[in-house]
């Protein structure tokens, strides 16, 4: 490898020493960051689509299986009080109709219409037309015409229990939002690949107990925070990967390919659950497949950019040989080497001067410290957004399962389209203008469901909910990765997703509410996508920047930029990248 090889043949003196150039080799490559090694060994060559379809595809499939079954495990059909009848097998449709008139009040649904009560019954002692109503006595008659069980309709998860399919979604979020910090400082610390692997590992072992433990309500609640904790983890540590080993036009467009496929797995999941039709039988589905990603440890390769700001240079210098080579790249060993060293011995430098670097950090910096907190309200909004009309789709009239296809579908476009417009408009104003689609939707949502009871223009503004969210959504994500240094990248997201599965723990609960109101549910989140988009319009514009390395990098953005500005021309490379400072000055690029 050109670890073992001496870069040009100098003194001793000048091999010891990674910033200066030999004499007879006086004309090097600009190095001010790892994209100038990118633009060497390829940043959207063969490497990055093997890794972008041969394994962030499958993952991606797998993804919205882990992270949305909740919304058919814990759907509670219609039901009602089960009061026995006698003879009740012989009776016509009519007559059970007639028994349910004489045993169940009605009540007003969250909709404004009656429906047979489903948690009262008339009392029946003595005189079984009495008008004197009792919570349920017998259990419950549940509908099965979508479901043989869920998990609520199997244990009784129904009146005075109805809060526990929120509460058991909610202790998974919990579980999310500190393993995503916990998990995120560790990839900082010891590498994104192993992290990875063992994220997989913490989801197959507590995922599958949890299912053998419903009965068991703490068990279950226990088993499903602990599977919680790496289920976040699965989906944002390959994306920051592929993020740090893509060039910045070919990244947002990774992005967008892999949002596309996540999508295939979110269509695939009302389908799943249809077939199935049992909540045990499609936990198991929806779980086991993260297995196929276990077989992948093998021929993943870690980070070099993480591998560079570890100080691991002979890894790191082995890594980007490889991607050459699989890219098909013809590059100058010498030269890859003196990159590669001059990059650690830059961070190793930085890391000296900022020797107690944690995730802390990023609010040292006054600028920094600004983008972080609104990245941080950005995607929580997002998160809190997609989550809840997700999780909504159940409370939508019609075919659920169909509900939640055209929901799923919608992502299709939004994933082609955001991955053009974050590259015309920029990523600011894009997401920005999503969210107002979100905003506005969700007012047509909630005058629908209420002043004009029309299914079809709730099932459109839910629509355009989504439509909204999705692409914000991905500009989210793109800007993460695009705004926090490599050096916190990983935590910097993680404290992102944190945030956003602490606030998102307040989404069954909104769910919730439609129980009673159907409105209640948009104009709550109505106000998220307003709240949203006030945070998005104060970040600065990311468009064709380097990605920064250090946390003084990052401090740069939006320096120089006007809050009505467009795309600001100082978004076109981050100040200071691509310049020679802090090379000597026979090795600047001339």
């Known amino acids: 490898m050109g670890s073992e090889k001496s870069s040009g043949g100098g003194d001793s003196a000048s091999a010891s020493d990674p910033l200066t150039v030999e004499p007879e080799k006086t004309r090097r490559p600009v190095c001010s960051d790892f994209d100038d090694i990118l633009s060497i060994i390829g940043s959207e060559g063969r490497y990055q689509k093997l890794l972008t379809y041969g394994f962030l595809a499958p993952l991606m499939i797998i993804s919205p299986l882990l992270e949305l079954s909740s919304v058919f495990l814990f759907d509670i059909p219609n039901h009602w009080c089960h009061v026995p009848a006698p003879h ?33 019954m008339y009392d029946q002692v003595d005189n079984p037309f009495k008008n004197r109503t009792i919570p349920c006595q017998n259990g419950w008659d549940f509908d099965k015409s979508d479901y043989e069980a869920t998990v609520p309709s199997e244990f009784g998860w129904v009146c005075d229990k109805v809060e526990w399919g929120a509460d058991i979604i909610a202790s998974a979020m919990a579980g999310m939002a500190i393993g995503t910090i916990l998990f995120g400082v560790l990839a900082d610390k010891i590498g994104r690949k192993p992290v990875f692997f063992m994220a997989c590992v913490v989801i197959l072992v507590f995922r599958g107990l949890s299912l053998y433990t419903p009965q068991y309500f703490r068990a279950y609640q226990v088993f499903s925070f602990l599977s919680g904790t790496a289920i976040a983890t699965f989906f944002n540590i390959p994306m920051l990967a592929i993020a740090e080993v893509c060039g910045t036009n070919y990244r947002s467009w ?18 799943i659950a249809w077939i199935s039709r049992e909540w045990f039988t499609f936990g198991m589905v929806t779980t086991l497949p993260v297995l196929i990603m276990v077989f992948f440890y093998p021929v993943i390769m870690e980070s070099p950019r993480w591998l560079i700001t570890a100080g691991r240079e002979e890894e790191a210098l082995e890594t980007v040989w490889k991607i050459a080579r699989i890219n098909g790249k013809e590059v ?19 890391n000296l001067e900022n020797s107690r670097v944690g995730i802390w950090s990023l609010f040292q910096w006054p600028r920094l410290a600004k983008n972080t907190i609104l990245l941080c309200i950005a995607w929580s909004m997002n998160g809190l ?4 009309i997700i999780l909504n789709t159940t409370n939508v009239a019609g075919n659920k399962f169909m509900n939640y296809f055209l929901l799923s579908v919608i ?7 955001a991955g053009r417009l974050v590259e015309i408009t920029g990523r600011r104003w894009t997401q920005v203008g999503f969210f107002s689609v979100s905003l506005v939707s969700c007012s047509l949502c909630a005058i629908a469901s209420f002043y004009m009871d029309s299914t079809y223009l709730v099932i459109l503004g839910a629509l355009g909910i989504k439509l909204g969210v999705s692409v914000s959504s991905l ?6 990765a695009e705004i926090l240094p490599t050096q916190l990248r990983s935590s910097g997201s993680a404290l992102a997703t944190t945030i956003s599965n602490l606030i998102g723990m307040s989404g069954p609960y909104i769910v919730l509410t439609g129980k009673s109101n159907a409105v209640a549910p948009y104009v709550i989140l109505g106000v998220v996508s307003l709240t949203g988009a006030l945070a998005a319009s104060f970040l600065p514009e990311t468009f064709q920047h380097h990605l920064p390395e250090t946390l003084e990098d990052a401090d740069k953005f939006g320096k120089n930029s006007k809050f009505w500005s467009y795309l600001p021309k ?12 802090g090379l000597p000055e026979n090795a600047q690029h001339k």
């Open 475 to 480: 500009v989210v994500y793109l800007q993460g």
């Open 332 to 350: 100058d060993q010498d030269d890859l080497t003196w990159m590669v060293k001059v990059l650690v011995e830059r961070q190793k430098k930085a």
């Open 254 to 271: 990774v992005y967008a390919v892999v949002w596309m496929v996540y999508v295939v797995g979110n269509c695939l999941l009302p389908l």
């Open 88 to 120: 009740s097998s012989y009776f016509s449709p009519d007559n059970d109709t007639a028994w349910k008139n004489a045993t169940l009040p009605m009540e007003v649904g969250p909709d404004g219409k009656l429906r047979y009560s489903q948690c009262l």
């Open 385 to 388: 957004l997609y989550y809840g």
């Open 570 to 581: 100082d978004s076109i490379k981050l100040e200071g990248s691509g310049s020679d400072e």
């Open 411 to 417: 992502e299709l476009p939004s994933g082609y389209l």
